[in-house]
C-alpha cells in the first residue's frame, strides 16, 4: 500500500452545518439582499468550520432564459422567479411606462403589453381602443382646420390684391400661426387636447 495518494479530501458538513473533516468543498453563492445566484467556487474548510455567509453546498438546477435563479426565503433550497429587468412595464390606469429594475412577477396594475395610443385602456386582459373618442379628436381637428383654411382662403385674397387692411394683414398671420398650431396637434398620442385659441 502506498503512503501517498492523490486523492483530494472532500469536506463533508454535518447537520449543525460545520465540517466534519477537513477538506474541499463547492459552494454556490447568492446576493445578500436580493438572495440571486452570483457565483460558484471552491473553498477549503478546516474541521469545524461553517461555509462563507450567503454560501451553500447543494447545487442549483440552472433555469432557462426568462427566469432569475434565487434562495427561498427559508434558505432551504433554490427557486426560478420571472426576470423582467430591463424590459418596460405599463401602467394599466396611467398608461405610464417605466423600466422594471426587480426580479419576480410584475406589480398589480402593471402590464408588459405597449398601449398603441393614449386612447387605449385596459380591459383586465389587453388594451382596448375608445374609437369614440379618437374620431370624435379627429373630427374636432376636422372642423378647426376647415375654418381656419376658409378664413386663409379669404384674407390671403385681399393681401393677393393689395386690398387688404393692416387689421386683415395681422389677422391673416394670426389665422396661419393657428393653422400650424393645428397641424402640429398629434390626435393618437393626446386625448386631453390642448387645443390652440382661434384667432378672432
Not at 479530501?9 to 453563492?29: D, F, M, Q, R
Not at 438546477?61 to 418596460?88: C, I, M, N, Q
Amino acid at each position: 500500500m502506498s503512503n501517498y495518494s492523490t486523492d483530494i479530501e472532500t469536506a463533508k458538513l454535518g447537520e449543525n452545518g460545520l465540517s466534519k473533516n477537513a477538506g474541499w468543498i463547492t459552494v454556490y453563492h447568492v446576493h445578500p439582499v436580493t438572495r440571486e445566484y452570483q457565483s460558484a467556487s471552491m473553498e477549503y474548510l478546516m474541521l469545524g468550520v461553517g461555509l462563507p455567509a450567503h454560501s451553500y453546498p447543494d447545487e442549483p438546477e440552472l433555469p432557462p432564459a426568462g427566469l432569475a435563479l434565487l434562495r427561498t426565503f427559508d434558505s432551504a433550497g433554490w427557486e426560478h422567479v420571472p426576470d423582467y429587468r430591463g424590459k418596460t412595464a405599463y401602467n394599466t390606469e396611467t398608461r405610464e411606462a417605466s423600466l422594471i429594475t426587480t426580479l419576480g412577477e410584475l406589480t398589480e396594475g402593471f402590464t408588459l403589453l405597449e398601449p398603441a395610443t393614449e386612447f387605449d385602456a385596459w380591459d383586465g386582459e389587453k388594451w382596448v381602443t375608445d374609437t369614440q373618442a379618437q374620431q370624435a379628436a379627429q373630427q374636432e381637428l376636422t372642423s378647426r382646420l376647415t375654418v381656419a383654411n376658409a378664413r386663409i382662403q379669404t384674407l390671403s385674397d385681399a393681401v393677393d390684391l393689395d386690398m387688404a387692411t393692416e387689421e386683415e394683414q395681422a389677422a391673416l398671420t394670426a389665422w396661419k400661426t393657428y393653422r400650424v398650431l393645428l397641424n402640429r396637434i398629434d390626435i393618437n398620442t393626446a386625448p386631453d387636447i390642448t387645443w390652440p385659441e382661434a384667432p378672432h
